[in-house]
T-cell receptor
Framework: AQKVTQAQTEISVVEKEDVTLDCVYETRDTTYYLFWYKQPPSGELVFLIRRNSFDEQNEISGRYSWNFQKSTSSFNFTITASQVVDSAVYFCALSENRGNTPLVFGKGTRLSVIA | SQTIHQWPATLVQPVGSPLSLECTVEGTSNPNLYWYRQAAGRGLQLLFYSVGIGQISSEVPQNLSASRPQDRQFILSSKKLLLSDSGFYLC?????????????FGPGTRLTVT
C-alpha cells in the first residue's frame, strides 16, 4: 500500500531563515511519481513540482529546492531565505505508475514564517 | 488554458438539510475529476473520483454521493447533512489516462453545518 508521511505537523521560522520540510513515502512500485503542493490561507492548493522515480536529480526553482533520495524514500523540500508569503500548509503526495489513479497525500506541514 | 470553478465559495447549512456543490472545468476534454474534503486543521481526504461521465469511484463510505452528468461537471451531494460533514471541499482535475500526472485544484467550498 502507498503511504506518505510528513512527520512535521507545524514549523515556525523567522524570516530569512532556511527551512526544510520532510516527506517520506512508501510504495511497492518501482516507477512512481512524487509531488509537492502549497496551500496558502486562501485555501486553494497550488501545484509546485512533480518528479518521477527515475529522476533523482535535485531541482532548484528560485528559493525552492527539492532533494529526492530513493535510498531513504524521501522527497524533502527546502525554502531558502524564507519570507512571510511562504506561510502556508505544504503537502507531499505520491502516485503509482498506473493511469487514472488518484494521488495519495501526506497530512501536510503548516509553515509559519514570522517577520 | 484550463480553469476550474467551484461554487458556492461558502455555505452554512443546518443539520438534516440537503447539499449540492458544483465543480466545472473549462479548456479540457474528458478530464479526471476528484472531490476531496479537508476537515479543520487536517489533511486531505479523497471522497470520490471519476474518469468519465457516469463513472464514479467512492473512496470512503459516508453520507455523501457524487455525480458526473456532463463531461466537465462534477457534483457532490447529500440528502441529509450531518455536523461531521463540515469542512473545506476541494474539487480537482487531471489529464485523462496519464500516469502520475499532477492534479489541479479549484478554489474550494467552505461548508459549515450548524
Amino acid at each position: 500500500a502507498q503511504k506518505v508521511t510528513q512527520a512535521q505537523t507545524e514549523i515556525s521560522v523567522v524570516e530569512k531563515e532556511d527551512v526544510t520540510l520532510d516527506c517520506v513515502y512508501e510504495t511497492r512500485d518501482t516507477t512512481y511519481y512524487l509531488f509537492w503542493y502549497k496551500q496558502p490561507p486562501s485555501g486553494e492548493l497550488v501545484f509546485l513540482i512533480r518528479r518521477n522515480s527515475f529522476d533523482e536529480q535535485n531541482e532548484i526553482s528560485g528559493r525552492y529546492s527539492w532533494n529526492f533520495q530513493k535510498s531513504t524514500s524521501s522527497f524533502n523540500f527546502t525554502i531558502t531565505a524564507s519570507q512571510v508569503v511562504d506561510s502556508a500548509v505544504y503537502f507531499c503526495a505520491l502516485s503509482e505508475n498506473r493511469g487514472n489513479t488518484p494521488l495519495v497525500f501526506g497530512k501536510g506541514t503548516r509553515l509559519s514564517v514570522i517577520a | 488554458s484550463q480553469t476550474i470553478h467551484q461554487w458556492p465559495a461558502t455555505l452554512v447549512q443546518p443539520v438534516g438539510s440537503p447539499l449540492s456543490l458544483e465543480c466545472t472545468v473549462e479548456g479540457t476534454s474528458n478530464p479526471n475529476l476528484y472531490w476531496y474534503r479537508q476537515a479543520a486543521g487536517r489533511g486531505l481526504q479523497l471522497l470520490f473520483y471519476s474518469v468519465g461521465i457516469g463513472q464514479i469511484s467512492s473512496e470512503v463510505p459516508q453520507n455523501l454521493s457524487a455525480s458526473r452528468p456532463q463531461d466537465r461537471q462534477f457534483i457532490l451531494s447529500s440528502k441529509k447533512l450531518l455536523l461531521s460533514d463540515s469542512g473545506f471541499y476541494l474539487c480537482a482535475w487531471s489529464v485523462p489516462g496519464g500516469r502520475g500526472l499532477e492534479q489541479y485544484f479549484g478554489p474550494g467550498t467552505r461548508l459549515t453545518v450548524t
